[in-house]
């Protein structure tokens, strides 16, 4: 049988890896280059646009254990991320282009997988295996499609995308490298101010003029990503304490502690470009230019690309899902991706790999099998699974979301530690499962 995925992301991909892997039939459809989105800037697969960073690369984190259940798994994804890493601390941060380039020519390559440029605006429920893994940003027909399956409208924020600015317009005589508390290598230019400076700033950012809003937008932006202006507003130290915070970046130049600070992180190998970590916004262009250039460094930046804000599309989960991400309603019809209410490139990209697992067992036969609840991968789709479903919103995988230890451990890095040991023994165990089904069926 041959699974239909819509949407080459990184859910989509990932999924459809997974899938050929285990000898699958599979068509993937990608409305891209024959239509584009109003964030997305080529036809590449797997393209990233609000950042370039997969988080904390830290041993027993909570991204590093989600990480390694996915290297455990085989994410193809996961492993051109590492060979197209590009210097950032502590976090696995990527070279975009090199990124996308290389998993669309893998994907491409692949016998099992035949690509559609087309989009597609019909789901026919009934008919095959179908995995929904068209991201945020899906098309108006596809989302109309959506809700006609869930029965009810679809949820939706906004997310917004950090400006990026040329390497050689950067003062380094301003600014410095270093990474906070001197861990790990100096990946970040970081660009401090003086109280001063911050003042001048932030009063320039909370009066800066944003962009109208259409009649029909209501901008519900994600807690998590909120734009720095919006954030800017609950308080003059609030960035301070947020994305501008200057613990551990002493400035070079002064043996001090700077008053605020911006970090800027590499976009790419070639180290010529740098984004601005946190700095996602809704302003003009022209303000974006007028205030970022306060910021010390900057103040000739040029703006290799501005930021902006676009729809972010998501389905209400804890009403529609179950643990293996089938719809209640339509079980032979699989949502992975932002859309089913993860949030975060890496969390993205789990999903497509446990959607694949699952559109896998449907095609052969076999009954899907839900993740260990213990394991990062189980936690997440329990969340999803399982959230207020009235006050429902996408979510990064934190230590929150696994369960507690049987015994209390007040030492929290002891704690996580015994978390992941405890998470990655049960998931082994899973995956050894799920394998030996597989195998059978496939007898």
Same mark, same amino acid.
């Given at each position: 049988?041959?699974?239909?995925?819509?949407?080459?992301?990184?859910?989509?991909?990932?999924?459809?890896?997974?899938?050929?892997?285990?000898?699958?039939?599979?068509?993937?459809?990608?409305?891209?280059?024959?239509?584009?989105?109003?964030?997305?800037?080529?036809?590449?697969?797997?393209?990233?646009?609000?950042?370039?960073?997969?988080?904390?690369?830290?041993?027993?984190?909570?991204?590093?254990?989600?990480?390694?259940?996915?290297? =455990?798994?085989?994410?193809?994804?996961?492993?051109?991320?590492?060979?197209?890493?590009?210097?950032?601390?502590?976090?696995?941060?990527?070279?975009?282009?090199?990124?996308?380039?290389?998993?669309?020519?893998?994907?491409? =390559?692949?016998?099992?997988?035949?690509?559609?440029?087309?989009?597609?605006?019909?789901?026919?429920?009934?008919?095959?295996?179908?995995?929904?893994?068209?991201?945020?940003?899906?098309?108006?027909?596809?989302?109309?499609?959506?809700?006609?399956?869930?029965?009810?409208?679809?949820?939706?924020? #906004?997310?917004?995308?950090?400006?990026?600015?040329?390497?050689?317009?950067?003062?380094?005589?301003?600014?410095?490298?270093?990474?906070?508390?001197?861990?790990?290598?100096?990946?970040?230019?970081?660009?401090?101010?003086?109280?001063?400076?911050?003042?001048?700033?932030?009063?320039?950012?909370?009066?800066?003029?944003?962009?109208?809003?259409?009649?029909?937008?209501?901008?519900?932006?994600?807690?998590?990503?909120?734009?720095?202006?919006?954030?800017?507003?609950?308080?003059?130290?609030?960035?301070? /304490?947020?994305?501008?915070?200057?613990?551990?970046?002493?400035?070079?130049?002064?043996? =001090?502690?700077?008053?605020?600070?911006?970090?800027?992180?590499?976009?790419?190998?070639?180290?010529?470009?740098?984004?601005?970590?946190?700095?996602?916004?809704?302003?003009?262009?022209?303000?974006?230019?007028?205030?970022?250039?306060?910021?010390?460094?900057?103040?000739?930046?040029?703006?290799?690309? #501005?930021?902006?804000?676009?729809?972010?599309? #998501?389905?209400?989960?804890?009403?529609?899902?179950?643990?293996?991400?089938?719809?209640?309603?339509?079980?032979?019809?699989?949502?992975?991706?932002?859309?089913?209410?993860?949030?975060? #490139?890496?969390?993205?990209?789990?999903?497509?790999?446990?959607?694949?697992?699952?559109?896998?067992?449907?095609?052969?036969?076999?009954?899907?099998?839900?993740?260990?609840?213990?394991?990062? /991968?189980?936690?997440?789709?329990?969340?999803?699974?399982?959230?207020?479903?009235?006050?429902?919103?996408?979510?990064?995988?934190?230590?929150?979301?696994?369960?507690?230890?049987?015994?209390?451990?007040?030492?929290?890095?002891?704690?996580?530690?015994?978390?992941?040991? =405890?998470?990655?023994?049960?998931?082994?165990?899973?995956?050894?499962?799920?394998?030996?089904?597989?195998?059978?069926?496939?007898?």
């Amino acid at each position: 049988m041959s699974v239909k995925i819509i949407g080459a992301g990184l859910a989509g991909t990932e999924a459809a890896w997974q899938l050929a892997r285990r000898g699958l039939e599979v068509g993937l459809y990608e409305m891209r280059p024959v239509r584009s989105t109003p964030a997305h800037q080529t036809g590449h697969m797997a393209e990233l646009v609000c950042s370039n960073s997969l988080k904390s690369d830290s041993e027993y984190t909570a991204p590093w254990l989600l990480k390694e259940e996915m290297r =455990r798994a085989g994410s193809l994804l996961l492993e051109i991320a590492r060979e197209t890493a590009v210097p950032a601390g502590h976090a696995l941060a990527v070279d975009r282009e090199l990124f996308a380039a290389k998993v669309t020519g893998a994907i491409s =390559r692949e016998p099992h997988i035949r690509v559609h440029r087309e989009e597609v605006t019909r789901v026919d429920e009934h008919e095959g295996v179908t995995i929904i893994a068209t991201g945020p940003l899906t098309s108006d027909a596809l989302s109309g499609e959506i809700a006609r399956l869930s029965g009810s409208e679809h949820l939706y924020f #906004y997310d917004s995308i950090s400006p990026i600015v040329e390497a050689e317009s950067i003062d380094m005589g301003r600014a410095y490298l270093a990474a906070r508390y001197g861990k790990g290598t100096a990946d970040y230019i970081n660009c401090p101010f003086t109280r001063e400076e911050y003042d001048r700033f932030y009063d320039a950012l909370v009066k800066a003029e944003s962009v109208e809003a259409r009649n029909w937008e209501n901008l519900n932006y994600f807690e998590a990503c909120l734009p720095i202006e919006e954030l800017a507003r609950r308080g003059r130290d609030t960035l301070r /304490f947020g994305p501008m915070k200057p613990v551990g970046l002493r400035d070079p130049h002064t043996a =001090r502690q700077p008053y605020a600070v911006v970090q800027l992180r590499r976009e790419n190998l070639r180290a010529d470009s740098y984004n601005l970590v946190g700095f996602q916004n809704h302003l003009k262009y022209g303000e974006q230019q007028r205030v970022f250039r306060l910021i010390p460094g900057l103040e000739r930046a040029l703006f290799l690309r #501005y930021g902006q804000i676009h729809r972010n599309t #998501y389905i209400n989960a804890p009403m529609l899902l179950t643990a293996t991400l089938q719809m209640k309603a339509h079980p032979n019809v699989l949502f992975a991706g932002q859309i089913c209410g993860v949030e975060g #490139y890496t969390e993205s990209i789990a999903a497509g790999l446990m959607a694949g697992l699952h559109a896998a067992a449907l095609a052969t036969a076999a009954e899907p099998v839900p993740p260990p609840r213990t394991s990062a /991968f189980g936690s997440l789709v329990h969340y999803i699974t399982h959230a207020d479903s009235k006050n429902f919103q996408p979510a990064n995988i934190t230590f929150d979301l696994l369960p507690q230890l049987d015994n209390r451990v007040r030492d929290r890095a002891q704690r996580h530690r015994l978390q992941c040991g =405890r998470a990655l023994r049960e998931f082994d165990g899973w995956l050894a499962a799920v394998s030996i089904q597989q195998s059978a069926v496939g007898r």
